[in-house]
Structures are given as structure tokens and as C-alpha cells.
């Protein structure tokens, strides 16, 4: 029944994904995004840094790809791209995970414990919260979107001041991999 409810957003969400890699694939066919950092000073640093915020998202990460192998196969220094990269999507993580495990997560836990009293005690568990925080941890270094890996995180409690430079590092290092990953 949930799903069917849902279905409209879902395919709303799907729609949106698919126009965002669509729009990634255009902006490198057609050199758009050379263009628009070409003549611009500071362009890898702002460059990277507005697509580490859009690394963040499912919605956007096909074009935050798309902009920092462009900027990696122009012979930006993949360290900044790293760097102001990660400072960027740690921003953007930073908004989603305050949203999240201020939010989101109390609602589904509330949800979930609602209707069964043993998913309670499971929340609660220490374990629970290193191994939600281990695997939101591996789903934000990865390709996936982050906003699984910091709804994990967001069911673990994690405070702010680990998360920060988790996220840094984490994202800091995917970008890395795509920047070497374009320049092969």
C-alpha cells in the first residue's frame, strides 16, 4: 500500500536522476563546462568547491562527475579539486546529515519501534550505532548517494565535530579517484 502511495514521487525522483545524467553527458559532449571556467581566475577552486556541494546529492551527482573530470582532464592539480572538492561536499553533507539525524531519523525510528518494541532495543544498541556509522561511513566514500550513507550516520547519533572530518576525508577522497580516474 506504502508503495503505491508513493509511486508518483518515486517516479517524479527516477525522472529527475535521469534528466541530471543527461544534462552531465551534454555538458562534456559539448565543452560547456570548459567554457564556463575557462576565463574565470580562482575557476578550480570555485569550480570544485560548487561541485563538491553537488557531489553530495543522488539529483546532482552526474554533472558534480561530469565537472571535476573536466577539471582533472585540464591539468587542474587533482589536490585541489580534492581539497576544495571535499570542503564543498562536506558542506553540502553537513546540511542533509543535520537535517537527517535531527529529523528524519527519529521519525523512522519512531516508526519502526512503534510497531514492534524489539526494534527499540536495537536502536539502542551500541553495536547498532558502530556498525550504522561504519556502513554510512563506506556508502558516503563510495559512488552511491550520500544521503544513504548520512541516514546511516543519522541513526547512529554521530556527533557533528566526528562527522565533519569524516565527511571531508571521505568525500575528498572519492573526488580524488574520479579526478585520477579522468585523467587515464
Avoid at 32 to 48: E, K, Q, R, V, Y
Avoid at 116 to 137: D, E, P, T
Amino acid at each position: 500500500m506504502v508503495f503505491r502511495k508513493n509511486r508518483g514521487g518515486l517516479i517524479r525522483d527516477l525522472a529527475i536522476v535521469a534528466l541530471s545524467v543527461f544534462a552531465a553527458i551534454n555538458l562534456v559532449s559539448s565543452g560547456a563546462i570548459g567554457n564556463l571556467f575557462s576565463g574565470a581566475s580562482g575557476a578550480t577552486f570555485l569550480g570544485s568547491f560548487l561541485s563538491g556541494i553537488l557531489f553530495t546529492s543522488v539529483f546532482t551527482v552526474a554533472p558534480a562527475v561530469a565537472v571535476i573530470g573536466e577539471f582533472s582532464k585540464s591539468g587542474a592539480p587533482l589536490w585541489e579539486l580534492a581539497v576544495f572538492g571535499g570542503l564543498g561536499a562536506m558542506l553540502g553533507d553537513l546540511l542533509i546529515f543535520r537535517f537527517i539525524r535531527d529529523r528524519i531519523s527519529e521519525d523512522i525510528t519512531a516508526l519502526i519501534c512503534e510497531k514492534n518494541g524489539r526494534w527499540r532495543k536495537i536502536f539502542k544498541l551500541r553495536s547498532f550505532r558502530w556498525v550504522a556509522a561504519f556502513l554510512g561511513a563506506i556508502v558516503v566514500a563510495s559512488p552511491l548517494p550520500d544521503e544513504i550513507g548520512l541516514a546511516l550516520m543519522g541513526f547512529s547519533k554521530m556527533k557533528t565535530a566526528i562527522f565533519l572530518p569524516l565527511s571531508f576525508v571521505l568525500n575528498g577522497a572519492g573526488i580524488l579517484v574520479i579526478g585520477i580516474l579522468a585523467k587515464i
